[in-house]
C-alpha cells in the first residue's frame, strides 16, 4: 500500500498531520531536511518549553483537582538556565493563577468530562492502491464534555438523540499579541479545521494566553489576582491603572476614568498641570473615586476564549488540503524532487526561519549550535511545531 517516504531508518512512514503539511507547503526543501535527512532543531526554545510547561501544569491540575500553579513552578524550575527564565517564572505564575480564576466559566470541567492530548488518526484514501494506509494524525491538547447550553458555546439547537453533553476540541496557545475578539472566529482557524474534520466534533475554540510585560504603567490593562475588601472590586476584574506611588497601585475601572481624573488635575498650556496644588486635586480625586492595592495583586497577561462552530463543508475542505498535501508529498518522494520554495520578503518572508539560516544561507556554525541530526522519529515529531506557531 502507499507511504509518504522512507525515513532515515528505512521505515516507510506512513503519518501526515498539519504542521508536517505546513512544513510542506512552507517549502518541500524544508521537508526533506526534517523528515528524510533527519535534521531537527534542538530543544532549546524559551518560548516552547514555556508553553509546554504551561499546558502540563494545566492538565496536572485537572488530573487532580488542584496545585497547577505549583506544577508549573515545578516544571520551570528545569529549564533555570534560561536567559529569561526570571520574568517568564513570574509570567507563567500570573497566567496559572489568572487561569483558576477564570475556570469556573469556561467550557472546560475539572474530572473526567475534561481529556488532554488526545491522539486521532484518519486514513486519507481508504483503499487506494497508491495512497492508501496513510493516515492524517493530530493531537488535541483538550477534547471537553460539556453541558450543551453552556453560555460560552455558540448556540445551537441541540437534540435529545445527539446525548447529554456537547464535545468540544480546545486548542492552547501563547502569544504575545491579541487574538481577534470576533465572535466565533476560531471556527476559521486552518488548525481547527483540519483537527474537526478528524474528529467529527464541530465545537472548536482557542483557549489564547496573551504573554506581555511584567512592569506597570499608568494606563496599563491589569486583572486582580485577589480579592481584598476593595470596594466594588473583586479577583477576576479588570481594570487599568491610574497612578503607582508609595501605597501601591491606584486602580480604575476604564480608560475613561483616566481621562475624568485628568479633568480633575487640570491642564497648563495643553500639558497636564503638575503644581502641588494640582497634584492634591489628582490625589484627592484617586481616594474618592479610585482603589489602591499592592502590586503582587495584579498581572498585566491575559486570557481570552473564543468558540466556533465548523460546519461540514468547512471541514471537509480542510481534509481535502491533508489529502492534496500526501499527494504531493508522495509524487516528491516519487521523483526526488524537493524543490527549495523559501522566500526572503513579503508575502513569504522565511528569513528568520531556521532551516532558511542553517541549510540555505548554509551557515554551519549555526547549524551545528542549534540542530541535531536523528533517525528517531516519533509521532510526537508531528505535533511539537504546533506549540509554536503563534509567537
Not at 13 to 27: I, L, Q, V
Not at 136 to 147: E, F, H, L, N, P
Not at 195 to 215: E, H, N
Not at 341 to 354: A, E, K, Q, V, Y
Amino acid at each position: 500500500m502507499g507511504f509518504l517516504y522512507v525515513n532515515s531508518k528505512g521505515s516507510a512512514w506512513r503519518k501526515h498531520s498539519y504542521s508536517a503539511g505546513n512544513d510542506f507547503d512552507s517549502s518541500p526543501y524544508k521537508y526533506y531536511l526534517k523528515k528524510i535527512l533527519g535534521w531537527k532543531e534542538k530543544d532549546n526554545k524559551a518560548r516552547l518549553k514555556f508553553g509546554r510547561a504551561l499546558e502540563e501544569a494545566i492538565q496536572f491540575h485537572h488530573d487532580n483537582g488542584a496545585g497547577g500553579v505549583e506544577d508549573f513552578l515545578r516544571r520551570w524550575e528545569t529549564w533555570k538556565d534560561e536567559k529569561d527564565w526570571v520574568n517568564l517564572s513570574r509570567i507563567g505564575h500570573e497566567m496559572m493563577r489568572l487561569y483558576l480564576l477564570r475556570l469556573p466559566s469556561l467550557p472546560i470541567p475539572l474530572g473526567g468530562q475534561t481529556v488532554f492530548q488526545r491522539e486521532y488518526c484518519r486514513e486519507v484514501f481508504p483503499g487506494d492502491p497508491n495512497y492508501g494506509e496513510i493516515e492524517d494524525a493530530g493531537k488535541m491538547d483538550i477534547i471537553a464534555y460539556v453541558q450543551p447550553d453552556h453560555p460560552m458555546l455558540p448556540k445551537v439547537d441541540w437534540k435529545a438523540e445527539y446525548g447529554p453533553l456537547r464535545s468540544v476540541i480546545v486548542d492552547i496557545k501563547t502569544s504575545g499579541i491579541d487574538f481577534p475578539e470576533t465572535p466565533g472566529i476560531a471556527a476559521f482557524d486552518k488548525q481547527l479545521r483540519r483537527y474537526s474534520w478528524l474528529t467529527d466534533i464541530r465545537d472548536v475554540a482557542l483557549l489564547w494566553f496573551k504573554k506581555t510585560g511584567t512592569s506597570l504603567s499608568k494606563g496599563s490593562s491589569v486583572t486582580l489576582l485577589e480579592d481584598g475588601g476593595f470596594d466594588g472590586f473583586r479577583a477576576g476584574d479588570e481594570a487599568v491603572v491610574a497612578h503607582i506611588g508609595s501605597k501601591g497601585v491606584w486602580l480604575v475601572r476604564n480608560d475613561y476614568f483616566l481621562t475624568v481624573m485628568e479633568d480633575a488635575q487640570g491642564r497648563k498650556e495643553g500639558r497636564l498641570d503638575t503644581t502641588k496644588i494640582a497634584v492634591e486635586r489628582k490625589a484627592k480625586w484617586l481616594y474618592e473615586n479610585g482603589i489602591v492595592v499592592p502590586e503582587s495583586y495584579l498581572t498585566r497577561q491575559r486570557i481570552q476564549f473564543n468558540a466556533g462552530l465548523v460546519t461540514k463543508e468547512s471541514a471537509e475542505e480542510a481534509g481535502l488540503i491533508a489529502a492534496r498535501q500526501i499527494v504531493q508529498i508522495v509524487n516528491a518522494w516519487k521523483t526526488k524532487q524537493w524543490p527549495n520554495n523559501f522566500g526572503i520578503r513579503f508575502p513569504s518572508d522565511d528569513s528568520r526561519d531556521p532551516y532558511f539560516r542553517a541549510f540555505v544561507l548554509g551557515d554551519t556554525m549555526y547549524r551545528d549550535q542549534n540542530f541535531i541530526k536523528t533517525k528517531e522519529e516519533t509521532l510526537d515529531d508531528l505535533f511539537i511545531e504546533d506549540l509554536e506557531n503563534v509567537d
